[in-house]
């Protein structure tokens, strides 16, 4: 749809408290849709009304996080700019925050919801998407389960791959995965710093994968930049190529907010130099990287080390190809590729 609904939100002056027990939002009609209105209660706090098309059936009760509440089939008011007051039935998504950066994630998400369902909400539709937009909010109360760097580092492979969409499906298949992507015999981790030296920490079964797959590791430097590209970007960015697959969609925020954790909102606006993304990454063997190889002692298990590559020989793109097609799709496009 393309539309921005930080500037829309930003435009709308909360409605006074005239009765107290009566739900009225001050709202704007989403431009292009008759189902959507974004809006705001009197407390100010932003609000996406959804019309669905089909009759209302069994009631479905309420949805009350610490920063999110849904209430479906609600009698509302609605008062549009320089017009009366107008009464309607509507599922009130409500973000409960007033942090600016919880906010405009909140919005970004509902932008989401809207390309996915569309211009003609169903009851069946709206309450599927928004039990995942819930699922999502409660992981934001979880501690982080990986730092910013690691997930930039992933995010940005995603963003310059050749087939995001197919990068996404073969990202993260499983919470215990033990590569960042792996698509059929192929096996890719991401491993992102800071420090501009290419040490990094394994696992032992990284650095040991399954006999046949094409196990690879691709390093990057992640730094802070001014005028950088911000995680909140990067995410709309990945969004906007898989806009057409609803599921990966919602993975994309799924996995981002439960690595992120509480650590969501500060993490957001944090910029990246792309730059240097673009020009230190480098693809190696991981039965190349120093490592434990061979049996573990019986009883011993989850071992991690840290290894430096930079005495590795790097991979070419199109060495890896031809290994394997499925690394055209996977790995990010560069001239000599």
Not at 271 to 292: E, N, T
Request: glycine fraction near 6%.
């Amino acid at each position: 749809m393309g539309i921005e609904l930080v500037e829309i939100f930003e435009s709308i002056r909360a409605p006074a408290i005239e009765v107290p027990a009566k739900p009225v939002y001050a709202v704007i009609p989403v431009p292009g849709s008759t189902s959507y209105f974004l809006g705001k209660d009197a407390e100010a706090l932003p609000c996406l009304l959804v019309a669905t098309v089909d009759k209302p059936g069994r009631l479905q009760p309420p949805i009350r996080l610490e920063s999110l509440d849904v209430q479906f089939d609600l009698a509302c008011h609605v008062r549009k700019e320089r017009a009366v007051d107008q009464q309607g039935t509507f599922t009130v998504i409500r973000c409960r925050s007033h942090d600016l950066e919880t906010v405009r994630y909140f919005l970004s998400v509902c932008e989401t919801i809207l390309r996915i369902l569309g211009d003609d909400p169903t009851r069946a539709g709206l309450s599927s998407v928004v039990q995942r937009l819930a699922a999502i909010f409660q992981k934001m109360q979880k501690a982080p389960t990986r730092s910013i760097d690691g997930l930039i580092g992933e995010l940005y492979f995603l963003w310059r791959s050749a087939n995001p969409v197919r990068a996404l499906n073969a990202w993260r298949t499983d919470e215990n995965a033990r590569f960042d992507f792996s698509d059929g015999d192929v096996r890719i981790d991401v491993k992102a710093t800071g420090r501009r030296s290419r040490v990094h920490t394994f696992s032992y079964d990284q650095c040991n994968p399954p006999p046949g797959t094409l196990a690879i590791v691709a390093s990057l430097f992640i730094e802070r930049a001014a005028n950088g590209m911000t995680l909140q970007s990067l995410l709309g960015e990945i969004e906007r190529m898989a806009t057409a697959q609803a599921d990966l969609v919602f993975k994309l925020h799924e996995v981002a907010v439960g690595t992120l954790g509480a650590s969501l909102n500060e993490s957001l606006s944090q910029r990246f130099d792309v730059r240097l993304a673009d020009s230190s990454l480098s693809l190696f063997d991981l039965r190349d990287v120093p490592a434990i190889r061979g049996p573990l002692p019986v009883g011993v298990s989850d071992v991690h080390f840290r290894s430096d590559l930079s005495p590795l020989r790097a991979l070419s793109i199109q060495a890896l190809i031809d290994r394997d097609p499925v690394f055209w799709d996977l790995l990010p496009r560069t001239e000599d590729a």
